[in-house]
């Protein structure tokens, strides 16, 4: 299907997805803040330079858009299927040559970008949930979404809550059929896995999912691989205590990567999840602009949560020196919360994650994991009794 197409059609598929951004020329004259909508729908707002770096990161996916087709059209459709490195496979004297060649290739483009409109496709091939798919019945979704309607449980009032209020004004999430679609992923997710349930920070990450994969079933199972596979275990349970972890791992981890970093804000007493726990629960939907966003889940649902820590870690990096100036926790807070809201080139934020922070392996986060869960566990389990002991005493 994507090999027959010509490259004057490319062309002209790619100019009609990402238009240029034109600014008025009173905005460009006076630099003014200036509105505009994103590939995505999100409403941007921004300078004019703000501007100017949004259009040279619509040129380079356009350039990026080429290499892809091109590698369909050379390689065929869905040649990035071919077994992965990455996937545990061992190097063997009968691997061949090409598959290596096809791993080393895949991992460099994903990290510059995967072309919104291949997106879903890879997505659900690479992230595994094309093969979860297709371990239960075809009409899976459809047949959990009708013996759920109705229910009602603190899940499904909870997610009834949050619907408005996940990305107010987005001119298809915002509305009664951009709600219903939304509520159908998160019920029929919450059935599926129980000890989930619902947890917030859900609707921003299955709401982006609509939004790129087109329709609610793919959604669907790319919550449920993100969750079940992709993700670590209980960061979305009632306690969770998966989150923790994270938080205290990456604190670790900022210790031994930005030192001089870890160092200021323990003189501030600032803790880093006071930043961080939207970062990984909500994977910097909140956070970043959409494109930037959906260029760290790029990485992500091929590489795993690992690169949760790369980009947390980049964005403390790239503000380093100011960060080191700051005084007082809302200044910490302010920084992050301005830099993050400003980060339109992907390119520069996924440069310092994965090219200036250093390696981080797997198994090393894992490592760190077990290390944490004890004291997570025992922490969460002393917070239960007081909460219980304050019961008793009520009554």
């Known amino acids: 299907m994507y090999g027959t197409q ?25 630099n003014l803040t200036v509105k505009f909508q994103d590939l995505y729908g999100f409403t941007v707002e921004g300078n004019v330079d703000d501007v100017n770096v949004l259009n040279e990161v619509r040129e380079k ?144 990450v299955a709401a982006l999912l609509l939004l790129v994969m087109k329709t609610e079933e793919d959604a669907f199972w790319m919550l449920a691989v993100l969750l079940e596979n992709v993700l670590v275990n209980d960061c979305y349970t009632n306690n969770l205590s998966g989150c923790h972890v994270e938080q205290r791992v990456f604190k670790d981890i900022l210790v031994k990567k930005c030192p001089r970093i870890a160092t200021h804000l323990e003189a501030l007493d600032f803790d880093v999840s006071l930043v961080a726990t939207e970062w990984f629960l909500c994977l910097f939907s909140k956070s970043l602009p959409s494109e930037t966003t959906l260029r760290v889940w790029d990485v992500l649902f091929y590489e795993g949560a690992k690169v949760l820590f790369h980009v947390a870690l980049a964005i403390f990096k790239m503000k380093e020196d100011e960060l080191l100036l700051t005084h007082h926790v809302g200044d910490v807070i302010n920084i992050l919360q301005k830099t993050t809201h400003h980060l339109f080139d992907p390119d520069d934020l996924l440069t310092v994650a994965f090219d200036k922070i250093g390696s981080m392996t797997t198994n090393t986060i894992s490592k760190q994991r077990k290390k944490q869960e004890p004291a997570v566990m025992a922490e969460l389990d002393q917070r239960l009794r007081r909460l219980n002991s304050l019961k008793l005493d009520d009554k």
């Open 6 to 30: 010509s490259k004057r059609d490319l062309a002209l598929e790619f100019q009609s997805q990402i238009p240029i951004l034109r600014p008025s020329i009173h905005a460009r004259r006076a």
């Open 61 to 204: 996916v356009r350039k990026q858009g080429r290499v892809w087709w091109a590698l369909e059209a050379n390689k065929g459709a869905n040649w990035y299927l071919e077994p992965s490195i990455s996937e545990g496979i061992a190097l063997k004297s009968s691997l061949k040559f090409s598959t290596l060649a096809n791993a080393i290739t895949l991992k460099r483009l994903i990290r510059k970008g995967i072309p919104p409109l291949l997106r879903p496709k890879v997505w659900f091939s690479l992230s595994g949930a094309a093969k979860k798919k297709s371990t239960v019945p075809e009409s899976y979704y459809n047949d959990l979404s009708k013996a759920v309607e109705g229910k009602v449980t603190p899940a499904t009032r909870q997610i009834d809550h949050d619907l408005p209020r996940t990305f107010p004004g987005h001119p298809w999430l915002d509305t009664p059929e951009g709600h219903a679609a939304l509520r159908r992923v998160l019920v029929g997710y919450s059935f599926r896995d129980s000890d989930v349930g619902y947890c917030q920070g859900l609707n921003y």
